[in-house]
Every structure is written in structure tokens, then in C-alpha cells.
């Protein structure tokens, strides 16, 4: 239990909030919403503070917790904590940890998902067409690549990750964040 609970407060360390607390308001805290604010460098400090600590997280639990940490430092992301319970989508912190502890399975898995990304970008979004963004598109294809690709364990880490991450762009998509 111990570690679901570290597992949700490093999650609450919400990058974008912490290196740039301006970055507050209707836009996300994470690497997105930084990015449409402050521009791509503080975006990838943003990222890379989020991948870390995924990372982090993934590395200080045992493996046979790591499913359900996964899905305690993806909540924890979202709903931190420290913010108010306002945060960011949890796909940053979700690749940190599922490459520290899969991480041939999660490079193909991402590859996957940000060629699919790419490709919606490309022929719906950048045509004006509004809807879901072009990476947490991507996304739903890379956790399910992940899902298949993975032993087990990771399966049914891929799920309920990927189960935090889609409550959360449904409470995104629906204005009730």
C-alpha cells in the first residue's frame, strides 16, 4: 500500500505547475498545455520532469505492484494532490514509467502511437477540424499496442493505465476538469 501512495504523490508533482507555476488556468499544467503557453523548450523541461518521475516510480515499486502504481502515479498526475486536484492528461508520466519498466515493448508501443499521431494530424487536425488533440489520439493506439505487446503484468497495466488517462480526456473533453 505504501507504495501505491508514493506512487500517487510523485504523481502529484505536477511539472508543468512546479517549473512554471504561471502555467495555471483553463490550459493543462502538463506538457501540452506548457507548450501552447511558455513554447517548446519549457514544454520538453515539462516532459522530461514528468517522464522522470514515471520513471521513478516504476523503478521504487516491486513488480508485482507495478500495475496498480502505474495507474496510483497516472490518477496522481491528473488529480495531484498538491494542485487542487487540477492536472495534467498523464501521458508524459505513464511513457516514463512503462519505459523503466517494459521498455522494448513501450519504444514499439510509442512508435505506434506517434505515427498514428502524426497521420491524424496530418489529414484531420491540421485541416482546421476540431476534436481531440493529435498526441492523446495517438495515445489510445500506443496503450493498446503496449497492451498487446506486453507480458501479463504489463496488460493489465496498460489497462488501467490506459483506463486513468481515457477518464481523464473524457472529463477534459466534456469541460468538467
Known sequence: ???????????????????FPGAR????????GVFRQRGPWAALLVVLFDL????LAALLTPPGLRPYAGAALV????????????????????????????????????????????????LYWRKGRKGVYPIPFGAIFG???????APAEGRLGALLVAGVVLLRGLQILLGKW
Open 75 to 122: 490518477a496522481g498526475h491528473n488529480w495531484p494532490l498538491f494542485f487542487r486536484f487540477r492536472g495534467g492528461g498523464g501521458i508524459a508520466p505513464s511513457l516514463g514509467f512503462f519505459l523503466a519498466w517494459l521498455p522494448e515493448e513501450t519504444l514499439w508501443a510509442t512508435a505506434l502511437g506517434l505515427g498514428v499521431a502524426g497521420a491524424y494530424h496530418l
Open 1 to 19: 500500500m505504501a507504495h501505491l501512495l508514493l506512487a500517487y504523490l510523485l504523481g502529484s508533482l505536477v511539472g508543468g505547475l512546479l517549473l
Open 143 to 149: 496503450y493498446l499496442a503496449l497492451f498487446f505487446l
Open 52 to 55: 522522470g518521475k514515471g520513471a
Open 25 to 32: 488556468g483553463r490550459d493543462l499544467p502538463g506538457g501540452s
